[in-house]
């Protein structure tokens, strides 16, 4: 087991007193009673308040407990059947974070009234606003796609797809090929069937592209019908290096194209450089991702009912609204962002999928092991023969060099500790956590604001998005995108990292992302039952706002993550 999860403690072992045994007379048995009843009493009154501001902190509209709808929600992942009956870690698991949660609660408690941080919700604005966005420049002729025709089926979930559409854009102008609409592979973890046209709007996409490069929706007649394995015209990704220079496409690709007129990418995924690429090709790629990709009406007015009710209504929009929604964005009054109603958004990036990759453990013992080994057995197997065969990093050592995915207790501590308060709202992205409803118990007591789309939505405004995981992550992309400030819990996730160039891009400078910096935090979460909640205040804020920097895009680093870049984004001297 990880040192962290071995070393807390609670109050009520160690506050504990032995009750003196000596015989009492009459007039002190009435004087005890008397004390008992006035702690009776109290303890009541406590629990009552305590109940009572809870009803009254849970917005009115919210439909469904949120405990339920934890439990009922769609699952972001769906396991294959021999997995089902392996899956049981659903109760409280330990934690070493009792001494420092029931601190959090009391530093809440008595700064109910007091103001927030000065900068929590805010970006270093002068220097982030000098970043403009002007990727919709174009200095170059339409591609006549006269080479053939590419088609391409992406793989993964929702954010994986989107990344893979603007690659293949990019290599449909270096090939001067036609584009045929994207497809999406069936996967059998995420189970949907959804294709671009059920997320995206098909005749924007084409037609916003059209002056880089030619798209079709499907191939000319005469193509159908060849047999396109028979022809090698079928890529996959073990044809293609990660991440492979334009260089590569041109000198392996561009002569199969050549040759039998189209080509089909199969599983293509992040198999495109991000460095060297010739800028007007890397400002496609940013093109298309802030662009050209605009969800569906049926995406759009859900994802609008999910900011009006979690902005409890007001008649206020947005920043971002109007690149989300499109009409059915909340038009701002006067483009007064003040008016606008704060609330935080989160990723909790703690699904069992994520859990079981890392190697980390995370409180629950045997039967925890048990159950994401049989994960990775499924669904890593090459992870699984790596760990019989090799001598890997214990979860130790894997925690305390900030490898291991934010547990729902540490992502609750770090919010606590950055100064956000109990009124604060938040918009809790995904609902299958790892370890069941019992995993939010101290999110949801410290933070009572906090909701998903499952309770923003009513059960019938949810039931188009029922079993379609692709379009329930793109509301969560809505919720996330919008929100006046966003915290993730691990900067590798694709959603996080496509939610905060996308908040970089348009936010000019005042839509701030909390990314923290987990080998620093795992540090800080060591000490958990020694160090002093000032202390831990002072050290979660540093190592937080030291990654609020604003900084260039560093090489070959992504442009959908890193936006601020000569080929995406202006600056202004």
Same mark, same amino acid.
């Given at each position: 087991?990880?040192?962290?999860?071995?070393?807390?403690k609670?109050?009520?072992?160690?506050?504990?007193?032995?009750?003196?045994?000596?015989?009492?007379?009459?007039?002190?048995?009435?004087?005890?009673?008397?004390?008992?009843?006035? !702690?009776?009493?109290?303890?009541?009154?406590?629990?009552? /308040?305590?109940?009572?501001?809870?009803?009254?902190?849970?917005?009115?509209?919210?439909?469904?407990?949120?405990?339920?709808?934890?439990?009922?929600?769609?699952?972001?992942?769906?396991?294959?059947?021999?997995?089902?009956?392996?899956? +049981?870690?659903?109760?409280?698991?330990?934690? @070493?974070?009792?001494?420092? %949660?029931?601190?959090?609660?009391?530093?809440?408690?008595?700064?109910?009234?007091?103001?927030?941080?000065?900068? !929590?919700?805010?970006?270093p &604005?002068?220097l982030? $606003?000098?970043?403009? =966005? #002007?990727?919709?420049?174009?200095?170059?002729?339409?591609?006549?796609?006269n080479?053939?025709?590419?088609?391409?089926?992406?793989?993964?979930?929702?954010?994986?797809?989107?990344?893979?559409?603007?690659?293949?854009?990019?290599v449909?102008? %270096? !090939?001067n090929?036609?584009? /045929?609409? =994207?497809?999406?592979?069936?996967?059998?973890?995420?189970?949907?069937?959804?294709?671009?046209?059920?997320?995206?709007?098909?005749?924007?996409?084409?037609?916003?592209?059209?002056?880089d490069?030619?798209?079709?929706?499907?191939?000319?007649e005469?193509?159908?019908?060849?047999?396109?394995?028979?022809?090698?015209?079928?890529?996959?990704?073990?044809?293609?290096?990660?991440?492979?220079?334009?260089?590569?496409y041109?000198?392996?690709?561009?002569?199969?194209?050549?040759?039998n007129?189209?080509?089909?990418?199969v599983?293509?995924?992040?198999? %495109?450089?991000?460095?060297?690429?010739?800028?007007? !090709?890397?400002?496609?790629? #940013?093109?298309?991702?802030?662009?050209?990709?605009?969800?569906?009406?049926?995406?759009?007015?859900?994802?609008?009912?999910?900011?009006?009710?979690i902005?409890?209504?007001?008649?206020?929009?947005?920043?971002?609204?109007?690149?989300?929604?499109? =009409?059915?964005?909340?038009?701002?009054?006067? +483009?007064?962002?003040?008016?606008?109603?704060?609330?935080?958004?989160?990723?909790?990036?703690?699904?069992?999928?994520?859990?079981?990759?890392?190697?980390?453990?995370?409180?629950?013992?045997?039967?925890?092991?048990?159950?994401?080994?049989?994960?990775?057995?499924?669904?890593?197997p090459?992870?699984?023969?790596?760990?019989?065969?090799?001598?890997?990093?214990?979860?130790?050592?894997?925690?305390?060099?900030?490898?291991?995915?934010?547990?729902?207790?540490?992502?609750?501590?770090?919010?606590?500790?950055?100064g956000?308060?109990r009124?604060?709202?938040?918009f809790?992205?995904? @609902?299958?956590?790892?370890?069941?409803p019992?995993?939010?118990? $101290?999110?949801?007591? %410290?933070?009572?604001?906090?909701?998903?789309?499952?309770?923003?939505?009513?059960?019938?405004?949810?039931?188009?998005?029922?079993?379609?995981?692709?379009?329930?992550?793109?509301?969560?992309?809505?919720?996330?995108?919008a929100?006046?400030?966003? @915290?993730?819990?691990?900067?590798?996730?694709?959603?996080?990292?496509?939610?905060?160039?996308?908040?970089m891009?348009?936010?000019?400078?005042?839509?701030p992302?909390?990314?923290?910096? +987990?080998?620093?935090? @795992?540090?800080?979460?060591?000490?958990?039952?020694?160090?002093?909640?000032?202390?831990?205040?002072?050290?979660?804020? +540093?190592? /937080?706002?030291?990654?609020?920097?604003? &900084?260039?895009?560093?090489?070959?680093? $992504?442009?959908?993550?890193?936006?601020?870049?000569?080929?995406?984004?202006?600056?202004?001297?």
């Amino acid at each position: 087991m990880s040192s962290i999860n071995g070393g807390g403690k609670t109050y009520s072992d160690s506050d504990r007193a032995d009750t003196p045994t000596r015989k009492r007379g009459p007039k002190r048995r009435v004087s005890r009673f008397k004390g008992l009843g006035f !702690l009776i009493g109290f303890l009541g009154l406590f629990f009552f /308040v305590n109940w009572w501001m809870h009803s009254r902190l849970n917005h009115p509209d919210l439909g469904a407990n949120l405990t339920d709808s934890f439990t009922n929600s769609t699952p972001s992942l769906v396991f294959k059947e021999d997995l089902r009956n392996i899956t +049981k870690v659903n109760k409280p698991t330990k934690t @070493a974070f009792g001494r420092l %949660l029931k601190l959090a609660a009391h530093a809440l408690a008595e700064g109910q009234n007091k103001p927030e941080p000065k900068g !929590l919700w805010e970006e270093p &604005h002068a220097l982030a $606003s000098n970043w403009k =966005p #002007c990727a919709e420049e174009r200095d170059w002729e339409p591609s006549e796609g006269n080479n053939g025709y590419i088609m391409f089926t992406a793989n993964g979930g929702l954010n994986q797809q989107r990344v893979a559409v603007c690659n293949a854009v990019a290599v449909a102008r %270096l !090939l001067n090929a036609t584009l /045929v609409l =994207p497809k999406f592979m069936y996967s059998s973890v995420w189970r949907d069937v959804s294709q671009f046209g059920d997320i995206y709007q098909e005749e924007h996409f084409i037609n916003y592209l059209k002056p880089d490069i030619h798209i079709v929706k499907e191939l000319p007649e005469e193509l159908r019908s060849l047999d396109l394995d028979a022809i090698d015209s079928v890529i996959t990704d073990e044809d293609i290096m990660k991440e492979a220079r334009p260089s590569f496409y041109r000198k392996n690709i561009l002569p199969i194209l050549l040759r039998n007129k189209v080509l089909h990418f199969v599983g293509f995924g992040n198999r %495109l450089a991000f460095d060297p690429v010739p800028f007007e !090709l890397q400002r496609l790629r #940013c093109r298309c991702n802030f662009y050209a990709l605009q969800f569906v009406p049926k995406i759009q007015k859900a994802g609008s009912v999910i900011l009006q009710r979690i902005r409890q209504n007001s008649s206020y929009g947005g920043l971002l609204d109007s690149y989300l929604v499109g =009409p059915y964005a909340q038009k701002m009054k006067g +483009k007064n962002a003040s008016k606008v109603p704060k609330y935080l958004s989160l990723h909790l990036r703690f699904e069992i999928d994520m859990v079981a990759h890392s190697l980390c453990e995370f409180g629950g013992g045997e039967e925890e092991k048990k159950e994401l080994e049989a994960y990775r057995q499924i669904h890593f197997p090459a992870l699984t023969v790596l760990t019989k065969s090799e001598k890997l990093p214990s979860p130790a050592d894997l925690r305390s060099e900030g490898l291991c995915p934010l547990t729902p207790e540490e992502a609750v501590l770090m919010l606590a500790a950055l100064g956000f308060n109990r009124k604060t709202h938040i918009f809790l992205a995904g @609902a299958q956590i790892y370890g069941g409803p019992s995993r939010l118990t $101290s999110l949801m007591s %410290l933070y009572p604001h906090l909701v998903t789309k499952e309770n923003l939505l009513s059960p019938s405004e949810l039931e188009p998005f029922k079993n379609f995981s692709s379009q329930l992550a793109a509301l969560d992309f809505i919720g996330c995108t919008a929100s006046t400030a966003f @915290a993730m819990t691990d900067s590798g996730s694709q959603l996080s990292a496509l939610v905060s160039g996308y908040r970089m891009y348009f936010g000019g400078g005042q839509m701030p992302t909390i990314r923290p910096n +987990k080998r620093r935090l @795992a540090d800080i979460f060591l000490k958990n039952s020694t160090i002093e909640w000032k202390v831990f205040e002072q050290r979660v804020r +540093k190592a /937080v706002r030291q990654t609020k920097r604003v &900084h260039r895009r560093p090489t070959a680093r $992504s442009i959908y993550r890193h936006p601020r870049c000569k080929e995406c984004m202006c600056l202004l001297e």
